[in-house]
């Protein structure tokens, strides 16, 4: 479905599409928002009156729905669920029609969907902050909690800002997905080092491993990937990994879980990180596939923290967000 010519797109607000709309000193703000937010979790209202924030999903979910409808109301909000499959936004209408629709009725969209040029059609068209609740390319809130979460345990916020910089985050698996690229930007954001370990034909998209190397020639940062799982996890303090097959991908199942084997992050491959390192998965995970449960269960995994934390940074950005339109 075409989009329509004879009118021109809404005046561009702050969105949050993918990890690099934000600067470096911005993600800090956010993080450290975030942390406030979880101290006192009712201290910002951006949305009271209430204002209604329209969350759709394409895509099945669980930490998604409940730490975004949870997260708008604490905000003042009242979130509106939208089903994506009664919606069908972009087959039944346009994007840019439905943008246009929702940005006169709500203060914001958080869309968890497919493609990413739809996201950026609805941030082009709506007139509002729209908000990437996950695309095929890009995860940038479940990064946003992640890199909270790793600053938590790596002795919390100072005055300078987020304990990250210098640090090392390992991600091992598929390097072609959405939490390798939302790792590679976001983190590099945060000056941490990002080594990828992934089979060299899922290795990250060329484009997004270039800008990662620009942000971390800013930051002060390093980006490496290697085929070799052991040499993206050596010395690294913080361990991620997620699953092998992702949502729309079932068909190769098999024939991905076999290539994938060797990256499997068990106590071995672990033991070869900082001895203080944490482990990271978004969830839902699949034990003995991606991730063993000794290793998922064990002491070194911070993954309730990272599923909580998804309510507190994302209500950051939102808040964020909102602040950003009061100042233009």
Known sequence: MSTPTTTSPAPRVR?????DDLTSAEQREVLELAAALKADRHAEQPFAGPRSVAIIFDKPTLRTQVSFTTGVAEL??????????????????????VARVLGRQVAAIIWRTFHQSDLEGMAAWSGVPVVNALTDDYHPCQVLADLLTIAEHAGGFSAS??????RTLAYVGDGSNNMAHSYLLGAALAGMDVHVGCPPQFGPRADVLARAQAIAAETGAHVSVHDDPRLAVVGADAVATDTWVSMGQEGDADKREEVFVPYQLDAELLDL???SAVVLHCLPAYRG?????EVLDGPRAVVWDQAENRLHAQKAILTFLARAGERT
Do not use: C, H, Q
């Open 289 to 293: 596939k991606e991730i063993t449960s």
């Open 76 to 97: 003042g909000g009242y979130p509106l669920m939208v089903d994506g499959n009664l919606a069908k936004i972009g087959t039944r209408e346009s994007v840019a029609d």
């Open 15 to 19: 969105s949050f599409l993918a990890d």
């Open 161 to 166: 800002g987020p304990a990250l910089a210098g």
């Open 273 to 275: 990180a900082d001895p």
